[in-house]
């Protein structure tokens, strides 16, 4: 449980079994406006959940229970918590595997005084945010293996939501997206998730000149060196920027799918295929188009296709993001991770990130290489962002009333849907006519029925 007015102080459940830090923390923070409950035994915590909290500061070295096992039954149980963890070792493992496992963020002993406060306040207002909207949910995608997915915005939600629906099929699958999305991340996840999981997954970058030495590394040579496609029997081949590919390379993977799936049948044996997943920045259907992708090796990859969104449109996972950054640069470094504060978040935020993930993670890791102190501040902010940043709010202050208009604003998917239905009712069920009213094809609107869920009862008939 947590409180849902929202003000300044915070109420912390400390969990450490060191009664001097205890003491220190407590005094530190009720200094500084926060009540403190303490306790020195995890199996305690379970009572002490049955009372409002705002935050939890967790050692990960108690007696008798491990930290981390706590920290898995809060993020199952009482998910709108923010969890720092405390440890006394900064070490690689041990603090991924916390962040992994949905800590929101980590000290380390000794403990860093003004960095508490600075953890205890933000961290209070995320748990607030968090109960106030389900959109702010900036939870670690995790479990069953895969790699860790900063997912609390509507846009990532829907993409492992699709992920999940794909994982345990065999079909190709198309990852649309910008770069530096995380469209291999995606791909990972998307073999982490399925019966494939303990086969290889092999990651191929379709864009490497020449051209022969990009041949050679997908099919092999004739004197028995083995190519990607080969390694990855049995397992996923990632086909990253998959849109690169010259028309001849394109023809040779279009046969080598084709072969492989006649192959499979004959055998009758799904662990000597290959799962092919592409990846592109480009927009495939128009390249087959324009003529430079080839229409058959398009419907061959695009069984069922996934975009990711760029960070712009998921700025809910922004903060998120940054924190992940900065703990994962800090135990590659061997160091605690410095603080962010207030003005900071805000200039992320407003930020438009043409670099989308990739650039958040490489400005964050140059941010805590120069900061100063503990906790880093608006001069350690690259000038550009900050520029780029302040004429963005300057130009929303001269659009007023912009932030009443985007309230109104409802998600395309379920505009989209609203206008089937409709368009359905119409026609008395007619999909062809109603597909035509719509501007679509007969095709492609069946397609979006299904993804939409339509019924009988709106009108579609099946």
């Excluded at 898995?72 to 405390?86: C, F, G, N, P, T």
């Excluded at 390379?249 to 055998?267: G, K, N, P, S, W």
Aim: charged share 30%; with cysteine; net charge negative.
């Amino acid at each position: 449980m947590a409180p849902t007015a929202k003000n300044s102080a915070a109420r912390v459940l400390l969990v450490d079994d060191d009664e001097a830090i205890c003491g220190l923390v407590s005094k530190y923070l009720q200094h500084h406006g926060h009540s403190v409950e303490v306790i020195h035994d995890g199996r305690e915590m379970d009572r002490m959940l049955q009372s409002p909290f705002d935050v939890i500061l967790l050692d990960m070295g108690l007696p008798g229970i491990d930290g981390l096992a706590l920290l898995d039954r809060v993020s199952r149980e009482h998910k709108e918590l923010a969890v720092v963890m405390i440890t006394a070792a900064v070490g690689v493992d041990n603090i991924v595997d916390a962040m992994r496992r949905g800590a929101f963020d980590y000290l380390t002993k000794p403990l860093d005084l003004q960095r508490l406060a600075i953890v205890v306040r933000n961290d209070a207002e995320h748990t607030r945010l968090r109960l106030e909207s389900d959109g702010l949910r900036a939870a670690m995608i995790r479990g069953d293996g895969g790699p860790h997915l900063i997912c609390g915005s509507q846009a990532m939600t829907e993409v492992i939501s699709l992920v999940e629906r794909v994982a345990a099929s065999k079909v190709p699958v198309l990852i649309y997206g910008e770069p530096g999305t995380g469209k291999e991340l995606v791909a990972h996840r998307i073999h982490a998730r399925s019966r494939r999981r303990d086969a290889p997954f092999v990651a191929v970058n379709c864009a490497l000149k020449p051209v022969e030495n990009l041949e050679m590394m997908l099919f092999g040579s004739g004197n028995g060196q083995r190519g990607r496609f080969e390694e990855a029997r049995g397992g996923t081949l990632f086909l990253d920027e998959v849109g690169e590919l010259s028309t001849d390379l394109q023809a040779r993977l279009h046969r080598t799918m084709h072969e492989a799936q006649l192959q499979d049948r004959r055998a009758n044996q799904g662990e000597n295929d290959v799962r092919v997943v592409a990846a592109s920045v480009r927009h495939l259907p128009s390249e087959v188009s324009r003529g430079t992708f080839r229409a058959d090796l398009f419907y061959r990859l695009n069984v069922f296709s996934i975009t990711v969104p760029p960070l712009r449109d998921r700025r809910d996972d922004i903060a998120a993001l940054a924190r992940y950054a900065l703990a994962r640069f800090a135990a590659r470094e061997n160091q605690p991770p410095p603080a962010l504060a207030d003005d900071i978040l805000e200039v992320l935020l407003r930020y438009d990130w043409p670099g989308n993930v990739r650039e958040l993670f490489n400005t964050m890791e140059r941010m805590a290489l120069t900061a100063s102190g503990n906790v880093m501040r608006l001069a350690d902010m690259p000038e550009d962002i900050r520029e780029s940043s302040a004429a963005r709010a300057e130009d929303r202050s001269l659009l007023p009333g912009i932030d009443d208009a985007l309230a109104s604003v409802r998600p395309l998917h379920e505009v989209e849907r609203e206008m089937m239905i409709a368009a359905l009712r119409e026609t008395e069920g007619n999909v062809s006519e109603a597909a035509r009213r719509l501007g679509i094809g007969r095709a492609t609107f069946y397609r979006r029925a299904q993804r939409h869920g339509l019924t009988r009862e709106d009108g579609f008939p099946g």
